[in-house]
């Protein structure tokens, strides 16, 4: 056997520049911290989280054919191949945890913006109620007050300045504060005025305040999302050259241990003729999943993928099983289900169909923590949607790809954190959500 020294010397053994560039030695743990904080880095000043492009030596069949004549060389080889297939396995592993824990973030950065866009809208909307009780305690004072001075006759004139609605409680409430007699006879009415202001003001500062914690919030989703794209592209191409080399290198290394007559081209026949049988039987699985969706979909009833007048379309022909907004907590599975429904569940059963729900580009494909696989379509003029829980493999698009309504996207799942197979299906309005009942209702599409 061959010292490393000797092996890196004849360049047969993956060079350590390689073996640290492409494959750094590190556990598990270590891969995943440091896929955490160069996510976190480059998604944050928007870099390429791909890294500097670099040649690996891999050996070509000529080598095979030199080292096939001379043992030392033929084992130097066979080391170098069975590194270089180690490593293409380690870098699958790697980046497949990086994007699952780039996922998983993006998950909890969107949902903690969607809680902040909730509390913002309710807090503003407590702030509206308590401002028209204001107004109306405050003309409330004044009818009092006209009431008084015209029952004491001390200045019948005033029967007329209080005669109108005011037009806001400050406006009013200024005037009735220097009115003793109002103020002596009638401070509960005043007081009640008075507080209702101060409420609305206070709700309005709250309301303020938690608007500037959802657009920061908002920031952060939106680069947890672009970080969560780019480690799901990475993870796809590391898969993708793993696919590309790993048949090549394992045929090599067949070739090298081999001590039949079966020459160099029966091996390159065989990797060819694999390679082919492979790229087949993807194009076939994707073309039975795509024919089951649409099977299931026609089988539903439900007109997933028609397409309206208004150019939009239903998402699923399944029956809604989820409304949106507030809900009972169900735990189960090993998890729990959120207090607040940020969307609509269809259900049309497992890998049914699911539509663009209008024409649009895919900003999002891949994973989404609980949401497990998710796509997300930008439709232009602050509009998006959503479209969670799909099953592994059956997603039909890809991130920058333009779709029409009505087009299949992918297919229904029960990934993340879900209790059975469905489609979740989120609008967005400017980022928030906002309730798809509604929304499609108004456009003539039924969730």
Request: hydrophobic share 40%; net charge negative; glycine share 14%.
């Amino acid at each position: 056997m061959e010292t490393d020294d000797a092996l890196d010397e004849c360049g047969c053994a993956p060079s350590p520049r390689e073996s640290r560039l492409l494959w750094p030695s590190m556990s598990r743990r270590g891969a995943l911290g440091l896929g955490a904080i160069g996510l976190a880095t480059l998604g944050a000043i928007g870099g390429p989280l791909i890294a500097p492009a670099f040649a690996v030596d891999y050996p070509s069949w000529d080598d095979v054919v030199r080292a096939k004549s001379n043992q030392a060389a033929k084992q130097a080889q066979v080391t170098k191949i069975q590194g270089l297939i180690r490593a293409l396995a380690d870098d699958v592993a790697a980046k497949k945890a990086a994007a699952e824990q780039a996922a998983g973030e993006f998950y909890v950065a969107q949902q903690e913006y969607f809680d902040a866009a909730y509390r913002a809208e309710q807090l503003q909307g407590e702030a509206d109620q308590q401002a028209r009780a204001a107004v109306d305690a405050a003309n409330k004072a004044g009818r009092v007050a006209a009431q008084l001075y015209r029952n004491g006759g001390d200045d019948t004139s005033l029967q007329l300045f209080f005669a109108g609605s005011a037009a806001n409680a400050d406006d009013l409430l200024a005037r009735l504060g220097t009115m003793d007699k109002l103020v002596e006879r009638n401070q509960a009415v005043y007081a009640e005025a008075v507080t209702a202001r101060d409420a609305a003001q206070s709700l309005s500062n709250l309301a303020e305040e938690q608007r500037i914690e959802r657009d920061r919030l908002q920031k952060i989703a939106e680069e947890k999302m672009i970080a969560s794209q780019r480690a799901a592209d990475e993870a796809q191409a590391a898969l993708e050259a793993q696919r590309a080399k790993q048949v090549e290198l394992k045929a090599q290394l067949a070739a090298l241990t081999d001590n039949t007559n079966r020459t160099v081209k029966q091996y390159q026949a065989g990797v060819r003729a694999r390679e082919e049988a492979e790229r087949r039987a993807r194009e076939e699985a994707e073309r039975r999943a795509r024919e089951e969706a649409e099977k299931l979909n026609q089988g539903g009833g439900g007109g997933g993928g028609s397409v309206g007048g208004s150019g939009w379309a239903r998402p699923s022909a399944g029956w809604r099983s989820s409304g949106y907004g507030p809900r009972p907590v169900t735990c189960g599975n090993g998890y729990c289900s959120s207090g607040f429904h940020a969307g609509v569940d269809l259900a049309a059963g497992c890998g049914a169909g699911i539509y663009a729900a209008s024409a649009g580009v895919v900003v999002y494909a891949g994973g989404n923590g609980g949401y497990g696989n998710y796509i997300k379509i930008d439709h232009g003029g602050g509009i998006g949607t959503g479209y969670a829980h799909i099953r592994p493999g059956g997603i039909f698009v890809g991130y920058g790809q333009r779709v029409s309504a009505g087009q299949l996207i992918a297919s229904e799942g029960n990934t993340g954190s879900s209790f059975g197979c469905h489609l979740h299906f989120e609008v967005y309005v400017n980022g928030g959500t906002v309730n798809p009942i509604y929304f499609m209702g108004d456009r003539g599409i039924s969730v």
